[in-house]
């Protein structure tokens, strides 16, 4: 499985995407455990990043398996 990362996200994981296999729970809530374990600069910006499957927003308990590219959004802040 893919995950693209922007902003701040890539910035914390040192690197623009990660490949991880998907997770066994096949959630993108199990993604998100997956991608705090394989880069843990990224573990405190999880909770309020967005999550998006292609160009769609999805909740935390979607399904995700190998074939999923998923994309990390940061928080955005400001006004």
Not at 50 to 60: H, K, M, N, T
């Amino acid at each position: 499985m893919r995950i693209e990362l922007y902003g701040v996200l890539s910035e914390a994981a040192g690197s623009t995407h990660l490949e991880l296999p998907a997770p066994a729970e096949g959630t993108v809530s199990a993604a998100l455990e997956a991608v705090a374990y394989a880069a843990p600069g990224l573990a405190p910006h999880l909770p309020r990043a967005a999550v998006a499957v292609g160009d769609q927003l999805v909740p935390r308990a979607a399904p995700v398996d190998e074939s999923s590219e998923l994309v990390l959004l940061p928080p955005v802040s400001g006004g």
